[in-house]
């Protein structure tokens, strides 16, 4: 809803959150993963990567994100459009997944309207928190924020017994996955 009153790429004019780190690389590399996954460009060996290299590095790191794949579905002209469009995706996962982690964690005391309406306020503002929306120029980070809640739900069901760790353990392969720095913070966190 921001972006379509502030008039943001694709509601309006050329306005986008690619700003700073992501109009100087994420798009270009953006504009890279989809001639990869067009089967244009390679992961192995690229002449993209100043005079030819393996990419997998890149990709590894900042390109991984199950989200990006929905990079197919734009063209190179409109890869500012996926950008914000990933971004609002993340960030609603964030509030997604947090609102999930306060219903699961505090089940018996959220037993009214009023408290639910204050969850979803309180998983919202986790969703757009100064930290967040500042990383909107390196989205790379925001698959962590999203995921964080979920590490923290699973090892609060650990911990009283709810369950055995396995989706913990699916929660973790797939940050990793997603971008293994963001997993390794999460763990650290999740471990303090």
Not at 5 to 28: E, R, T
Not at 32 to 37: A, D, G, N, P, R
Not at 117 to 130: D, F, G, I
Request: net charge positive.
């Amino acid at each position: 809803m921001i972006l379509w009153v502030n008039g943001f790429i694709p509601w309006g004019s050329n306005k986008s959150l690619a700003s700073m780190d992501a109009h100087i690389q994420y798009i270009d590399l953006f504009a890279y993963l989809k001639y990869v996954l067009a089967g244009k460009n390679s992961f192995s060996y690229t002449f993209s990567n100043m005079l030819g290299d393996g990419a997998f590095a890149i990709f590894s790191y900042y390109l991984s994100s199950p989200i990006n794949l929905l990079v197919l579905f734009f063209n190179k002209e409109n890869l500012r459009a996926f950008f914000d469009i990933a971004v609002v995706i993340k960030l609603s996962l964030a509030a997604f997944t947090c609102s999930w982690f306060f219903v699961e964690t505090f089940r018996e005391r959220i037993n009214n309207r009023l408290k639910y309406a204050m969850t979803v306020v309180l998983s919202v503002s986790y969703a757009l928190c100064q930290y967040n929306i500042a990383q909107s120029s390196n989205i790379m980070w925001l698959d962590g924020v999203y995921m964080l809640p979920l590490f923290l739900l699973f090892i609060h069901k650990v911990v009283t017994g709810e369950s055995k760790g396995w989706k913990l353990a699916v929660a973790v392969g797939y940050m990793i996955i997603a971008n293994w720095y963001s997993a390794g913070i999460n763990c650290i966190f999740s471990g303090v």
